[in-house]
C-alpha cells in the first residue's frame, strides 16, 4: 500500500539517548509526581492484599489501553469471557468478539510480565518480546509475527487513512535502537520517574513490532515504576489519563522526534502520572472502604466462618460463573451453592446469564463493578 509520509515527522536516528534534559525546568514536576504516587504507594503497602483489591482494575487498564488502539470491549464483556472459558481462547472465539479476546489478552499478558519479574527475570528484550507474544498469541494479532521485530518499516497515521504522522525507525536501526533503550532503563543514576519517561517516549518511537506497540509501551510504564522501587506493587495504570489527553500525548511524542523536546514530553509525562496517583488513592481508597463494609453485610447474609472466603472471590472474580466459583473459591460446595442463592436474594449479585444445560449460570458482583466499570 502506498502511503504519504510528506507530513511526517522522522524518527530521532543518533539522538538517545537525549542529552541536556533540563532538570531545573523538571524539578516541580517531578518533585509533584513522586509524592503523588508516594501518596498511592503507602495506600498500596496498607492493604493486606493489593492484588486482590485492584485487580479488577488491570481489567480497566486493559480496556482503557486497547480502546486506544482501536479496539472496543468493555470490562464486564472480558471478565465475562474469562469467567466461562478461563484460558480457552477457541473456546471464547466461537462466542465473543475478537476485540474482546485481544483485551482478555492484554489484561493476561501483564499478568504473565508480573509473574516473571517476581520470579527474578529482568525487564529485558527477552520479557519483552514474550510478553508480546502471549499478547497477539490468538485472534487477528497472530497474524501479526508475535513476540519478533519488525522487518519492515511500519508507519503511524490514522486508522483507515493512507497518511502517516510518523515514521519509527527504520527495521535495520531497530536492534542499536533498542540495546540502546534497555541500556537506559537499567540506568540507575537516572530518577525512576524520568527513567519511564524516556523509556515510554523512545519505544513508542522506535515501534519494534508490526502490532501492539502502544498496549506494550503502557504496560512497560508500570513494570518499570514497580521494578524501579516507585510502588509497592504492579497495580499503577494509566491509560485513562493518555486517554482523555490523547491530542497531546500524541503531539509530545511526536514533539521528541520533530524538535527534540524530550523536557516537554518529561513534563507531559510527570503531570500524568501526578494526576493519575491521585485518582488511583481515590479509586483505591473507595475498593477499600467498600471491602470493609462488605465484610460486615457478607457475615451478617451468609452467617458462615465462609462468608470472607467468598467475599475474597468475589473481589478477585467480580464476573464468575457459578460453577468455577463452588470448585475455587474454598468453600463446601453445598455451602457455596447457599451463597449464592442468598447473594442474589439481597441484590449484591446479578444475573448475567441463566443456567441451561452444560452451561453454569454466569453472576455478577454488581457493586463492585459500578465502582471500577469504564
Known amino acids: 500500500m502506498i502511503v504519504d509520509t510528506s507530513q511526517a515527522v522522522q524518527y530521532h536516528l543518533g539522538k538517545f539517548p537525549p542529552t541536556g534534559l533540563d532538570y531545573q525546568r523538571l524539578m516541580p514536576g517531578l518533585l509533584g509526581a513522586t509524592a503523588a504516587l508516594a501518596r498511592y504507594d503507602q495506600m498500596l503497602r496498607s492493604l493486606h492484599n493489593s492484588e486482590l483489591f485492584l485487580a479488577p482494575l488491570r481489567g480497566q487498564e486493559a480496556v482503557v489501553s486497547s480502546r486506544m488502539e482501536g479496539t472496543i470491549s468493555t470490562l464486564d464483556e472480558i471478565l465475562q469471557v474469562e469467567a466461562e472459558y478461563g484460558e480457552d481462547d477457541a473456546g471464547a472465539a466461537l462466542e465473543y468478539r475478537s476485540d474482546a479476546i485481544e483485551t482478555v489478552l492484554y489484561r493476561r499478558a501483564l499478568g504473565a510480565a508480573q509473574a516473571r519479574l517476581e520470579q527474578g527475570q529482568p525487564l529485558s528484550e527477552s520479557l519483552v518480546r514474550s510478553l508480546h507474544r502471549q499478547l497477539l498469541s490468538f485472534g487477528r494479532g497472530a497474524k501479526k509475527s508475535p513476540g519478533a521485530y519488525k522487518r519492515e518499516q511500519n508507519y503511524i497515521g490514522e486508522r483507515g487513512s493512507r497518511r502517516v504522522s510518523f515514521v519509527p525507525v527504520a527495521p535495520e536501526h531497530l536492534d542499536a535502537g533498542m540495546e540502546a533503550l534497555f541500556a537506559m532503563i537499567g540506568d540507575p543514576t537516572i530518577p525512576v520517574l524520568l527513567r519511564t519517561a524516556l523509556a515510554h517516549a523512545e519505544f513508542e518511537a522506535l515501534h519494534p513490532f508490526e502490532d501492539g506497540n502502544g498496549r506494550v509501551g503502557r504496560m512497560l510504564i508500570t513494570l518499570m515504576l514497580w521494578q524501579g522501587g516507585a510502588i509497592a506493587a504492579p497495580h499503577f495504570y494509566i491509560s485513562r489519563y493518555f486517554e482523555d489527553y490523547k491530542e497531546e500525548y500524541l503531539d509530545r511524542l511526536r514533539a521528541v522526534s520533530a524538535n527534540d523536546d524530550w523536557d516537554g514530553w518529561c513534563l507531559f ?28 453485610r457478607f457475615s451478617e447474609l451468609l452467617a ?59 453472576y455478577r458482583f454488581e457493586p463492585l463493578m459500578a465502582k471500577v466499570r469504564v
Open 304 to 362: 458462615s466462618r465462609f462468608s470472607i472466603a467468598a467475599l475474597d472471590y468475589l473481589f478477585a472474580n467480580p464476573v464468575f460463573s457459578n460453577n468455577r466459583f463452588t470448585r475455587e473459591a474454598g468453600i463446601p460446595v453445598q455451602t457455596a451453592a447457599r451463597f449464592s442463592r442468598v447473594l442474589l436474594q439481597a441484590g449484591l449479585l446479578q444475573t448475567v446469564r441463566e443456567a441451561s444445560g452444560r452451561r453454569p449460570a454466569i
Open 269 to 296: 509525562f510527570l503531570s500524568a502520572v501526578e494526576q493519575q496517583a491521585i485518582r488511583n488513592l481515590e479509586v483505591a481508597q473507595e475498593i477499600r472502604d467498600f471491602y470493609e463494609e462488605m465484610k460486615v
